[in-house]
């Protein structure tokens, strides 16, 4: 046990090294780059001091921060607390994925969310650990079938083995590798690597909420978009769910029981 | 099992419809304030055209969206990707809590981050699992130390309750009370109800991001806080995770049998 806390704050720390290295030069490009807008839109605009540039940023900026942008058209055609957004936004808080471009502004906001939260997160969990058992029949009778089959040339393990393969395979086609092509059509400014990320990101719930579907301007159709991608969010949960079910089922795969 | 599903969506749209109802106008009024504060801006410095405005705002809010501040004592003092805010992140991620204030930029990032969290979120579960397995132990001798105490006064099923109640008030007064008092004192603008949300919504690992400690600015000793707050998450996961491991021992609690 010991060794696996040492073996976490080493993996931490490997960690944080990697990002700085990768992530450090990048922040600094991007940091340039907007000093030199902002000194380049101070000369433009010789009438503009400082310091009034300053606060005026500062609006934009914390608004920014709070899901709000001060870019003319962006605020003119959708709000961010339509019911299609509302909707997205509590399925992404039931399910711990929380994205959180778009967050409760009001106290009113923070306290129904924590009791909404309180309530649903257990529910969420039984429905889909519920789920779950009546996906793990067909995994199972999958796995007798090729038990049947394979049981006279190859071993348990590796029958159990392969089973795994195929429906992990199966999962990471079905609900990684597809959506994310289908994310890359349909967001304009998303290359396939970050679709692949976006989806990723989701359904592992840790949900950074740096890609969200549906929140480009000039989008059509965002309340299907988004149900569409509350859905995916949702089922995509519970089968990574069942494929993590599948391989407890597998003994030798258990590391738990060596700590 | 259908009911609950129906149940489930209906509490979405329950959700969805109350989200709506307290932040619509909040947002409504954040965006009236903007608008005027650019229109302000814009008669206050009268050679800015509004396209001019336009493309610079453009320019801050995406960076804003990116981590990036272009206020300028922000920029000045502390780097998104420092090792302290890399570490910070790197735990975020493993945690699946992923506030995405700060966010890998770069392709290798988000590559790195995708391989980073396939290894070490699984590690971090086993980890955090085998925790809960030694803290139920003394948590089971207090359980027979009740029984002994109250067995021939009261039923089996109350004493575990009480069991169950002392030991989430004890985390609820230790890692949301306790640590939420501290964060209002430490963070110069947030209120009691602000760092409560905070606590609640990292030791869910919903991790929306809107309060994040240590991110404004002028704060000191910036390094020790997020090690704090990281080492605060992380053992209160596991105690969250305890006091869960508590409500599966007591057979009635378990809602799922029922689906």
Not at 237 to 258: C, D, K, R, S
Request: aromatic fraction near 14%; hydrophobic fraction near 50%; include cysteine.
């Amino acid at each position: 046990l010991v060794f696996l806390i040492l073996f976490i704050i080493g993996y931490l720390c490997f960690g944080a090294l990697i990002f700085e290295i990768l992530e450090q030069p990048v922040e600094d490009k991007l940091i340039q780059e907007l000093k030199a807008h902002r000194v380049n839109f101070l000369t433009e605009n010789s009438c503009v001091t400082d310091e009034e540039l300053e606060v005026f940023i500062k609006e934009v900026v914390s608004a920014a921060n709070r899901g709000v942008s001060a870019v003319n058209n962006v605020t003119m055609t959708d709000a961010n607390w339509s019911f299609g957004q509302a909707l997205f936004f509590a399925a992404t808080v039931l399910t711990t994925i929380g994205y959180g471009r778009v967050t409760p502004l009001s106290d009113g906001g923070k306290g129904f969310c924590i009791i909404y939260a309180v309530i649903g997160i257990p529910l969420t969990l039984i429905l889909f650990t519920a789920l779950v058992e009546r996906l793990m029949v067909p995994a199972k009778y999958f796995l007798l079938f090729l038990y049947r089959k394979l049981g006279h040339i190859y071993k348990i393990f590796h029958i159990q083995l392969l089973h795994l393969g195929i429906i992990l395979g199966t999962f990471i086609l079905l609900f990684i590798l597809i959506p994310a092509a289908i994310f890359a059509v349909l967001e304009p400014k998303w290359n396939y690597l970050d679709s692949f990320y976006y989806c990723f990101i989701s359904l592992t719930t840790i949900g950074l909420g740096d890609y969200i579907p549906g929140d480009s301007a000039n989008q059509h159709y965002r309340a299907i978009y988004k149900l569409s991608t509350t859905a995916y969010l949702l089922i995509g949960l519970v089968m990574l769910m069942t494929v993590l079910a599948v391989v407890y089922e597998i003994p030798e795969l258990n590391l738990g029981f060596h700590f």
